[in-house]
């Protein structure tokens, strides 16, 4: 079993930066390919980032790429996503996600540990 704790939400304004970090509890972390979900009020939950075991693999949801980088430190059981020029449409509940796998997934289902997620709310 996966524990997975997420930190670094907040409420920001337009055009500033952010980054969220999921500790995760399992030793063998690095057997895992990692997630970031968003989902924001009345609307369904969200591809945002994926990153391989190793790191080497990485996947972005269209509407973030170029603003927001996944990356992990295995040593520290942690995943990161940074989030940069963040727009009042990037406001949403984020959530940290483990996938018994290495290869990177766009999909909710594939990713069996899920955190509880962290607010970001950015004004405009």
């Known amino acids: 079993q996966v524990q997975l704790v997420e930190s670094g939400g907040g409420l920001v304004q337009a055009g500033a930066s952010l980054r969220l970090s999921c500790a995760a509890s399992?030793?063998?972390?690095?057997?895992?390919?990692m997630g970031w979900f968003r989902q924001a009020p009345g609307k369904e939950r969200e591809f945002v980032a994926s990153?391989?075991?190793?790191?080497?693999?990485?996947d972005y949801a269209d509407s973030v790429k170029g603003r927001f980088t996944i990356s992990r430190d295995n040593a520290k059981n942690t995943v990161y996503l940074q989030m940069n020029s963040l727009k009042p449409e990037d406001t949403a509940v984020y959530y940290c996600?483990?996938?018994?796998?290495?290869?990177?997934?766009?999909?909710?289902?594939?990713?069996?540990?899920w955190g509880q997620g962290t607010q970001v709310t950015v004004s405009s």
């Open positions: 996600a483990a996938r018994v796998a290495n290869w990177v997934s766009s999909l909710a289902a594939d990713y069996r540990y």
């Open positions: 399992e030793r063998t972390f690095s057997r895992y390919a």
């Open positions: 990153v391989s075991w190793s790191g080497g693999i990485i």
